[in-house]
């Protein structure tokens, strides 16, 4: 189970640009190039910082992971009137919807996916993932905002 401690309040746009920050030398490492879609104008929400910043990095970890040599990330941030949302798309192989399936599973030590699936939950959320062979690995977070009961899933942003 995860536990919140400190609640603030945050943009998750600022968070994403700090993860991506902290992980240009493996984005370096692997020649990815990176592009940005950015809501314009991103609300704060309630979110315990740490773990949602873990989430985040957890997210952009495994899209570089997945990701082929010299491909791509696409890194989306957005809002509606009550959640928040962040996605990274990884060009590369993909996957089956079995393995799609199995990524949120598991133990939880912190980077994994299962934990990134428990700290979500925690802010009443949801983390999911869309693949298909051979066209790559989109990842997700949504959240509600500021006291929402719970944040829209996979459909609300397809």
């Known amino acids: 189970m995860i536990e919140m401690k400190e609640i603030t309040l945050e943009r ?4 994403v640009e700090e993860c991506l920050a902290e992980a240009e030398r493996d984005i370096a490492a ?9 809501g314009e104008e991103i609300p704060a929400s309630s979110m315990d910082r740490r773990l949602v910043k873990e989430a985040v990095a957890s997210l952009i970890g ?3 992971r997945s990701s082929e040599t010299a491909g ?6 957005k809002s509606s009137r009550d959640a928040v949302m962040f ?15 199995g990524l949120f599973t598991g ?9 990134t699936r428990g700290i979500l939950t925690a802010h009443g959320g949801m983390a999911w993932a869309n693949s298909r ?15 929402g009961k719970e944040a829209p899933g996979p459909r609300r942003y397809t």
């Open 30 to 38: 692997r020649s990815l190039s990176v592009t940005r879609q950015l």
């Open 72 to 77: 791509r990330l696409r890194i989306t941030v």
């Open 12 to 15: 998750l746009d600022r968070l």
């Open 133 to 147: 062979p051979g066209r790559g690995t989109t990842y997700y977070i949504s959240f509600p905002l500021r006291g």
């Open 107 to 115: 133990g939880s030590p912190p980077g994994s996916l299962a934990r």
């Open 62 to 64: 495994e899209a570089i």
């Open 87 to 101: 996605s990274v798309k990884a060009s590369g192989a993909g996957m089956t919807d079995a393995q799609r399936e």
